[in-house]
């Protein structure tokens, strides 16, 4: 597989017919820091599994997301925030309430490019070999 990896806040998609897509392994704030990749993709590679978890989501994705932000002074926020994400292969197979949720808290500072953010979210549904949480951050909305 060749890949071009670029950082980024969330991860996506690969499909299952080899064609270039975007790969990642979480949507959620509280989860291990990802990235996303330019690939092209192999079927068997499609398939691997880490713990019976297939490795690259699908073509379908959910990711409601609920965040308050309260004015703390100036340019300064303080957020609370409440999200949930799954990916699937099959859109016909998706399941809305088979969910994986994240809650957590967070700084923004109003700046001339945008909010900058750096939130500490708990990831909710945690497998055993997930972490508790981690650290994100962004500029710009979510």
Do not use: K
């Not at 609920?66 to 999200?83: K, Q």
């Not at 949930?84 to 016909?92: E, I, K, L, R, S």
């Amino acid at each position: 597989m060749h890949c071009v990896v670029m950082p980024s806040p969330f991860a996506l998609f690969s499909d299952t017919a080899g064609r270039r897509s975007m790969i990642g392994l979480h949507i959620l704030q509280g989860c291990s820091p990802m990235s996303i990749a330019c690939c092209t993709v192999t079927f068997s590679e499609t398939f691997f599994t880490i713990r019976q978890v297939a490795i690259r989501g699908g073509d379908f994705f959910v990711n409601p997301r609920l965040e308050l932000r309260i004015p703390v002074s100036g340019p300064f926020e303080t957020a609370l925030f409440v999200d949930a994400g799954n990916v699937w292969v099959d859109p016909t197979l998706a399941d809305p309430w088979n969910l994986r949720y994240t809650g957590g808290t967070g700084l923004r500072v109003s700046t001339p490019i945008g909010p900058v953010a750096v939130d500490y979210g708990i990831n909710l549904r945690r497998r055993s070999w997930e972490d508790f949480g981690a650290f994100h951050f962004s500029i710009g909305l979510f």
